[in-house]
T-cell receptor, first 115, second 108 residues
Framework: GAVVSQHPSRVICKSGTSVKIECRSL??????MFWYRQFPKQSLMLMAT?????????EQGVEKDKFLINHASLTLSTLTVTSAHPEDSSFYIC???????????FGPGTRLTVL | AQRVTQPEKLLSVFKGAPVELKCNYS??????LFWYVQYSRQRLQLLLR??SRESIKGFTADLNKGETSFHLKKPFAQEEDSAMYYC??????????FGDGTTLTVKP
């Protein structure tokens, strides 16, 4: 099946720094990718929908200036958490939707810890 | 706007018992519906989609347009079915909406 990778898998940073997370669809094209947060033992929270070549669509309550999304190619989307604070610590998951059949494939997630 | 509701946050059954995870949706168009599963320490993965009408790992789900439901069923639950299950909908415009998820625990 199709594979989505995320890098890094785990990152620890100091408060005030910025962190970039990459999401790649390894063997398929994905015009649309999604970014989620998942809190411990809780459901996914959609943060934004990333469309190749256009601006991301953010969900209500998600600060677009804080969570910068770039989807520069059909296989890569990046999420940059700017000026990270401890409350941004979370598990960030991306998914890529396969263009040909709408199936979504999920990355393994990135554990962000902000000290 | 479309919405997916999974009314049960937690569901617990004994091994061998039938299990049904509920999913209701609201959408004015013709949706595509999916069930995704997340096992402990693993990534989310597709379990089944209504278009394919397959049975995966013994699970089935029927789209009931009259009741706007897409409940996930299995006649005999196994311990390895313990996981978090998400119901998801894709609109005609390609927008994805996930339910809040149901954590299924199958007890021995």
């Amino acid at each position: 099946g199709a594979v989505v990778s995320q890098h890094p898998s785990r990152v620890i940073c100091k408060s005030g720094t910025s962190v970039k997370i990459e999401c790649r669809s390894l063997d398929f094209q994905a015009t649309t990718m999604f970014w989620y947060r998942q809190f411990p033992k809780q459901s996914l929270m959609l943060m934004a929908t990333s469309n190749e070549g256009s601006k991301a669509t953010y969900e209500q309550g998600v600060e677009k200036d804080k969570f910068l999304i770039n989807h520069a190619s059909l296989t890569l989307s990046t999420l940059t958490v700017t000026s990270a604070h401890p409350e941004d610590s979370s598990f960030y998951i991306c998914s890529a939707r396969q263009d040909r059949n709408n199936e979504q494939f999920f990355g393994p997630g990135t554990r962000l810890t902000v000290l | 706007a479309q919405r997916v509701t999974q009314p049960e946050k937690l569901l617990s059954v004994f091994k061998g018992a039938p299990v049904e995870l509920k999913c209701n949706y609201s959408y004015s168009g013709s949706p595509e519906l999916f069930w995704y599963v997340q096992y402990s320490r693993q990534r989310l993965q597709l379990l089944l989609r209504h278009i394919s009408r397959e049975s995966i790992k013994g699970f089935t789900a029927d789209l009931n347009k009259g009741e706007t439901s897409f409940h996930l069923k299995k006649p005999f639950a196994q311990e390895e079915d313990s996981a978090m299950y998400y119901c998801a909908l894709i609109t005609n415009a390609g927008k994805s909406t996930f339910g809040d998820g149901t954590t299924l625990t199958v007890k021995p």
